[in-house]
């Protein structure tokens, strides 16, 4: 046995497996169960009272799921992890947890449209208030602080153009303001940037995309950096102070740098219950132990497509942090020099008229409504993701009417190129 | 002696070891922390001895609470003490006047005094500071792994099957996996426990 810790490929592959210890089955089997048998009376109490560790229902846990937990977890250097049903489920557990009716959140403008939506409309019914803010401008989320703010969301690499965002600037923010960061890693991945690392508090996760991998389960993650005190101002009465749903528990005062991940699960995954399915939770495991691989090729395959782009006499600009011209190069040099992602869009000359015909022309990428697919993948944003933002909106998150939005996937470079130039000349 | 981070080893060796343990500050109301510890270090066969001088004349978990360390009567092999770090020094103090040492004094989760620590590794007592056994017992055991925590252990070895749905062996062959390197400075930077 050596001391060297085990790097990233090896985490991707082995952190939260291990051999199953009744059958020996060597890959995490699917435990497609609702519930679990307790061994006596005493231990049902001490399970439900939070005093043992063990498995109760599906709901609130489950050991297939807890593999990618713990893997999660692991390859973002974090504490522990919650696995729920989607992306967008692991953003309403992390918020419940942060804020009261009448509190706000700081976001950044560039952001996932489904998100803008969720932030803008769902979340004003349980009284939290979104302030926006430009992730180009450090000092707008400073100008953004009131006493009432409880958290700062961004995106480590922002949909849909694939834009930077300066991770240690806004953590010193929040750091400043006395809140946590919640970064959504989704288009990065912990492969090109690890939050936690830059000064993040908690990371969430559509493991939909790239961590799953095949465009074939949705899922969500949440994973606590262990780095927040929630004791410290009483801001955060959810973690700080005793619980009644748990007869007076204090979480943070119990689970210590995993409580935030504790929190999100008994009072919030148990009780808004958008639990993920086992079978879910396999499939994305099994993706994830290529996760390294594929994230090579996407962004090999990605820097080869917008180069090509870039040249080409229909397009009018490109949108990719890694192109020497870019400009987030500089930002993504610093924060994602494996490879600055797969997403990312560009405009056309022609307008929207001329993206409309590219979709329909081309053969080999498909037009559908994700990213981070084995898959090549094309959408005209304006009118599909980000068409509920008023036209102003769309400009400012990089979703202008002449934009096009790739997701480009690890077929051969050579062949997305041929179906690009095919359909850009048709 | 490195209190930032500790080698598995030396954790595993601490909790394969003791077989005694007097919690200072263990409490009999069901949602404290020391409750849930003691409870669950019970149920893993430690010797546990409750000690709380406001509770004398009571039990925890049919275990009588003794006022004092020097009380007890009996040697103990570990001190794990549920203060915060302002009371950690008037213990170890008394942990020093028993006769024999036990073999460990550990602090709780939030808990450290380093000077303390250094008086009670020159009397060659093993020192653990800012960590719950309960945790770490369930991190070595990979049963914490349920929870969604990050064990930071990997291991391709079949490991024990469950006693009565607990894993019981620490020996679990792993090697260390998946730095928190994050969460150890936030704790460092931490002020005092709540
Ligand atoms: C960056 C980002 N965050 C969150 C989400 C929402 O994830 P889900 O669709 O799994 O709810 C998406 C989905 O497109 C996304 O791209």
Redo the contacts with the bound molecule.
Sequence with gaps: MTDRLPGFSTLAVHAGAQPDPTTGARVTPIYQTTSFVFNDADHAASLFGLQAFGNIYTRIGNPTTAVLEERMAALEGGTAALAVA????A?VVVLQQLLMPGDEFIAARK??G??INQFTHAFKSFGWNVAWADPDDIASFERAVTPRTKAIFI?SIA?PAGSITDIEAIADVARNAGVPLIV?N??ATPYLIRPIDHGADIVVH????FLGGHGNS???IIVDGGTFDWSKENKYPMLSEPRPEYHGIRIQETFGNFAFAIACRVLGLRDLGPALSPFNAFMILTGIETLPLRMQKHCENAKAVAEFLAGHPAVASVNYAGLAGDKYNQLARKYAPKGAGAVFTFSLRGGYDAGVSLVSNLKLFSHLA??GDTRSLVIHPAST?HSQLDDDAKVRSGAGPDVVRLSIGIEDKEDLIGDLAQALSA | MNHDAYDDNYIRGILNSVKSIAMVGASPVNVRPSYFAFKYLAQRGYDMIPVNPGHVGKQLLGKPFVASLTDIGRPVDMIDIFRSSAHIMPVVDEVLTLSPLPKVIWMQLGARDDAAAEKAEAAGIKVVMNRCPKIEYGRLSSEISWMGVNSRTLSSKRAPIPTQGMRLSLNRMSVGGGATAASDRAAKNKSEPT
């Excluded at chain 1, 989607?86 to 489920?89: Q, V």
């Design positions: 989607s992306g967008h489920a953003q952001l996932y489904g998100s995106e949909n959504d989704t288009l559509s493991l939909t995309k949705l899922g969500g994700n990213v993701t």
